[in-house]
């Protein structure tokens, strides 16, 4: 297993990975990271970000999932936990905690807080960002740009 950042030649792999765990969970929809621009070229869109990067998590050569952490409102050092995906074959392999335990170090080095976005039927995620210490919101933070999710967490760095 290993984790690394993002390299051109993933992006249509990583792309395949997210919106086929949406289609099995019925979230092919707008409003959901099925339809965001950038995953077409998600090396590009982190790449150009500052305080920004996609890791993606490879067994046997394979890349089989990924995270991303973005900026989401840079004022109050505030940033994203993004498109958090692993193939139905990866998971249960604790794969998502190794992923989390990168993207949070890497986020504890330029920002206070990390938000994120999901859904409540989503419940494997809920339980694994609770476990890492993610709580709770009654409504998304302002500047939310998925619309369909009904469940919002918030993370002191």
């Known amino acids: 297993m290993i984790i690394r950042k993002i390299q051109k030649e993933d992006n249509q792999k990583v792309k395949e990975i997210i919106q086929d765990s949406l289609k099995t969970h019925g979230l092919a929809i ?21 305080a920004a990067n996609y890791w993606v998590v490879e067994i046997d050569g394979e890349v089989v999932g990924g995270i991303g952490i973005a900026p989401f409102n840079e004022q109050e050092k505030v940033c994203e936990l993004q498109k958090l995906y692993l193939t139905e074959k990866a998971q249960g392999l604790g794969l998502g905690k ?21 859904m409540h039927e989503l419940k494997t995620a809920c339980i694994l960002y609770e476990k890492f210490g993610f709580t709770l919101l009654d409504e998304p933070l302002p500047g939310s740009e998925h619309s369909t999710m009904n469940a919002w967490y918030l993370k002191a760095l």
Request: hydrophobic share 30%.
């Open 98 to 118: 190794k992923l989390m335990e990168t993207a949070l170090s890497f986020a504890s080095k330029h920002y206070a807080k990390c938000y994120l976005e999901t």
């Open 30 to 50: 707008p409003g959901t990271a099925y339809f965001d621009p950038q995953l077409n070229d998600l090396h590009s869109y982190y790449s150009n970000l500052k």
